[in-house]
């Protein structure tokens, strides 16, 4: 992960955590693909890093791939 900072899947997290909430997990990264979209962040180094960490999909990135589970 070492393509985004703490405070950048801190944002990304709670971003994400916020509308699956609302809206629900497609089982893949849709929510997670607005923010990058509108962070302008290239969007395939961020799926890959997610991966790695075992986010497959919106509601596992959030249970995944949290700063805590990244950094600590
Ligand atoms: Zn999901």
Do not use: S, Y
């Not at 801190?10 to 609302?22: I, S």
Request: aromatic share 8%; net charge negative.
């Amino acid at each position: 992960m070492a393509r985004l900072t703490r405070a950048q899947l801190t944002d990304l997290v709670q971003f994400v955590d916020a509308l699956v909430a609302e809206e629900g997990c497609d089982h893949k990264f849709r929510h997670t693909r607005r923010w990058a979209d509108e962070q302008r962040l290239a969007w395939n180094p961020i799926a890959n890093a997610l991966e790695e960490l075992g986010g497959f999909c919106d509601c596992e990135v959030v249970m995944n791939c949290g700063p805590d589970n990244v950094f600590d």
